[in-house]
Nanobody, 115 residues
């Protein structure tokens, strides 16, 4: 099983980034997927989640209206579109697969929002 995040980087406040998480080694379309983040000195928190078919999604209050989670089951990839970024969005972002045989985590991609 492998989850590989990409798309992180440095962005100015108000800017946008699109994170990707490419999955392999399991039946992607049978797993829910989620994005989590961990800022320095803080606990890891859930940012957004999406059901296996993509029909349902959930967002943390802090990102509602700014972030959008989506998935492409044909490409075994989940995305996180992040708009109107704020300095408090600075963190390492992780994707997670959750389903019948267990949970899997990626290695994370750093996002820094700073002028």
């Amino acid at each position: 099983v492998q989850l590989v995040e990409s798309g992180g980087g440095l962005v100015q406040p108000g800017g946008s980034l699109r994170l990707s998480c490419a999955a392999s080694g399991f039946t992607f379309s049978s797993y829910g997927m989620s994005w989590h983040r961990q800022a320095p000195g803080k606990e890891r928190e859930l940012v957004a989640s999406i059901s296996p078919t993509g029909s349902n999604s959930h967002y943390a209050d802090s990102v509602k209206g700014r972030f959008t989670i989506s998935r492409d089951n044909a490409r075994n990839t989940v995305y996180l579109q992040m708009n109107m970024l704020k300095p408090e969005d600075t963190a390492v972002y992780y994707c997670k697969a959750w389903g019948g045989t267990g949970n899997y985590w990626g290695q994370g991609t750093p996002v820094t929002v700073s002028s």
